[in-house]
């Protein structure tokens, strides 16, 4: 059974930082299109970032410069740094994958869903 597992949310202040983490299991996240989406009250979900098999991301215009995604494949783990913080980046965190190889866009529908991990930023 795959599983995504988020860790690392938390309350931080404008312009601090934090590190997403999303373990999997049962899956192998550099086989895949692997991204992180957000959900702020009365929103809708977005994407902020993704990255395929082959290294390539996307990022959200919104966060572009300040976020970041990468991947331990040893670890089988993603990971989402977000730096300079701001108050609306505040929302609650999720981990997904698609059964593609590539991705080049956040647009795409995904197969599998973490619990997520809340993200407060305070001003």
């Known amino acids: 059974q795959v599983q995504l597992v988020e860790s690392g949310g938390g309350s931080v202040q404008a312009g601090g930082s934090l590190t997403l983490s999303c373990a999997a299991s049962a899956y192998t996240i550099s086989a895949y299109c692997m991204g992180w989406f957000r959900q702020a009250p009365g929103k809708e979900r977005e994407g902020v970032a993704g990255?395929?098999?082959?290294?390539?991301?996307s990022i959200a215009n919104s966060v572009k410069g300040r976020f970041t995604i990468s991947r331990d494949n040893a670890r089988n783990t993603l990971f989402l740094q977000m730096n300079n913080l701001k108050p609306e980046d505040t929302a609650m965190y999720y981990c997904?994958?698609?059964?593609?190889?590539?991705?080049?866009?956040?647009?795409?529908?995904?197969?599998?869903w973490g619990q997520g991990t809340q993200v407060t930023v305070s001003s």
């Open positions: 990255i395929g098999s082959n290294d390539i991301t």
């Open positions: 997904a994958s698609v059964r593609l190889r590539y991705c080049y866009s956040l647009t795409w529908k995904p197969d599998y």
